[in-house]
């Protein structure tokens, strides 16, 4: 009987043939919620194959279901190793979407670009009395998801007037991160700086713009804000991307500075997650790294799901306000232990404790 940890080896397999293989392909055009469909069947294929066979046996089964996991799921996410053809179009405003959900004349939803000089019309569309929430999208995601309704509908029901503002970038999303790192992103953050001008010119007090990025985003709304006078009131990042970013000069990233306040909610630390600490306050639930309700429920996905957690928990803190709270300039072995359980505590998320 085999007792190998079948988990465990699919998951060095993965590393290793994606490594190996040229796989070529143009675009994954799964959901998250389809890649995490397949990666759990896979797993209970696997496991089910390996059951009852010796285990010089193991390696000619998993050699299949390696080969489907890695090309379903790797390449979706490790991105310095999808072998995709380099976009050489030239980046024009065009590329970027910016999408208002507070628009009812319009069915609640209207959507423009730099090239329409009257966009966002004024008041139907924006309305300079209002605090504007700017949310910005992470690499690989698909354009405008559902979480971005649900997240202006979310700011609705609690009755707060705002004028929300979604980033839709997904014209550059197929592209390597290597490549999009060198050519892309910094057009993208020019387009967003480009559209707060805008908007500030159309009455909206800088202070009271937020913008909140996930992964990715998260980087483009710092440069975007970067050199802006005056300073807007705040920036979120939700799980700001690591990879090729942990290098970067605080010049060429997010960091404290970009915005009157920047606070950070770490969720998949020094992995998919920036590896370190980067704004006026952070916040690391469960640690910042491994979410243990990720790690349980989807363990082959553990990893980016973490990442992904931290917009999920800031969608709660819309929700149910004071629903997080930390406790200020403890580490996470010194909670557990109760240690200095007397420190400050500090909300986390919508409604953050500001230093």
């Given at each position: 009987?085999?007792?190998?940890?079948?988990?465990?080896?699919?998951?060095?397999?993965?590393?290793?043939?994606?490594?190996?293989?040229?796989?070529?392909?143009?675009?994954?055009?799964?959901?998250?919620?389809?890649?995490?469909k397949i990666s759990t069947?896979?797993?209970?294929?696997?496991?089910?194959?390996?059951?009852?066979?010796?285990?010089?046996?193991?390696?000619?089964?998993?050699?299949?279901?390696?080969?489907?996991?890695?090309?379903?799921?790797?390449?979706?996410?490790?991105?310095?190793?999808?072998?995709?053809?380099?976009?050489?179009?030239?980046?024009?405003?065009?590329?970027?979407?910016?999408?208002?959900?507070?628009?009812?004349?319009?069915?609640?939803?209207?959507?423009?670009?730099?090239?329409?000089?009257?966009?966002?019309?004024?008041?139907?569309?924006?309305?300079?009395?209002?605090?504007?929430?700017?949310?910005?999208?992470?690499?690989?995601?698909?354009?405008?998801?559902?979480?971005?309704?649900?997240?202006?509908?979310?700011?609705?029901?609690?009755?707060?007037?705002?004028?929300?503002?979604?980033?839709?970038?997904?014209?550059?999303?197929?592209?390597?991160?290597s490549i999009l790192i060198?050519?892309?992103?910094?057009?993208?953050?020019?387009?967003?700086?480009?559209?707060?001008?805008?908007?500030?010119?159309?009455?909206?007090?800088?202070?009271?713009?937020?913008?909140?990025?996930?992964?990715?985003?998260?980087?483009?709304?710092?440069?975007?804000?970067?050199?802006?006078?005056?300073?807007?009131?705040?920036?979120?990042?939700?799980?700001?991307?690591?990879?090729?970013?942990?290098?970067?000069?605080?010049?060429?990233?997010?960091?404290?500075?970009?915005?009157?306040?920047?606070?950070?909610?770490?969720?998949?630390?020094?992995?998919?997650?920036?590896?370190?600490?980067?704004?006026?306050?952070?916040?690391?639930?469960?640690?910042?790294?491994?979410?243990?309700?990720?790690?349980?429920?989807?363990?082959?996905?553990?990893?980016?799901?973490?990442?992904?957690?931290?917009?999920?928990?800031?969608?709660?803190?819309?929700?149910?306000?004071?629903?997080?709270?930390?406790?200020?300039?403890?580490?996470?072995?010194?909670?557990?232990?109760?240690?200095?359980?007397?420190?400050?505590?500090?909300?986390?998320?919508?409604?953050?404790?500001?230093?």
């Amino acid at each position: 009987m085999c007792g190998i940890n079948i988990e465990k080896v699919l998951t060095k397999e993965l590393k290793k043939t994606v490594l190996e293989q040229e796989i070529r392909v143009r675009k994954i055009s799964l959901s998250l919620r389809q890649v995490m469909k397949i990666s759990t069947r896979l797993l209970g294929r696997a496991k089910s194959d390996t059951q009852n066979v010796a285990e010089n046996e193991v390696s000619e089964i998993l050699d299949k279901y390696r080969k489907e996991y890695s090309l379903y799921t790797g390449l979706s996410y490790i991105n310095t190793l999808a072998l995709v053809p380099e976009d050489t179009r030239e980046s024009k405003p065009e590329d970027v979407k910016f999408i208002f959900y507070n628009a009812p004349e319009y069915g609640g939803r209207i959507e423009g670009d730099l090239n329409e000089q009257d966009f966002p019309v004024s008041p139907v569309v924006f309305n300079s009395s209002y605090d504007t929430k700017i949310f910005i999208h992470d690499w690989l995601q698909e354009d405008e998801p559902l979480w971005a309704e649900k997240t202006a509908f979310n700011y609705a029901i609690k009755g707060n007037k705002v004028n929300f503002m979604f980033v839709d970038w997904s014209n550059y999303t197929h592209i390597p991160y290597s490549i999009l790192i060198q050519s892309k992103i910094q057009k993208v953050a020019e387009y967003v700086n480009q559209m707060i001008h805008r908007l500030i010119l159309k009455g909206a007090n800088p202070k009271t713009i937020h913008i909140i990025g996930l992964g990715t985003g998260a980087h483009i709304g710092g440069l975007a804000a970067k050199n802006l006078s005056p300073k807007i009131g705040r920036i979120t990042g939700l799980s700001p991307f690591g990879p090729t970013w942990n290098e970067k000069p605080e010049t060429e990233r997010l960091s404290k500075g970009d915005a009157d306040f920047v606070d950070i909610i770490h969720t998949n630390m020094g992995l998919f997650g920036f590896s370190k600490t980067m704004g006026d306050v952070d916040f690391l639930p469960n640690g910042g790294n491994m979410q243990t309700s990720m790690k349980n429920k989807y363990p082959l996905m553990k990893n980016i799901m973490s990442h992904l957690m931290a917009k999920t928990l800031y969608d709660d803190s819309i929700n149910f306000g004071l629903s997080y709270i930390g406790k200020n300039g403890i580490s996470y072995h010194d909670f557990l232990g109760k240690k200095n359980i007397f420190n400050m505590p500090i909300v986390m998320g919508e409604y953050v404790t500001k230093k």
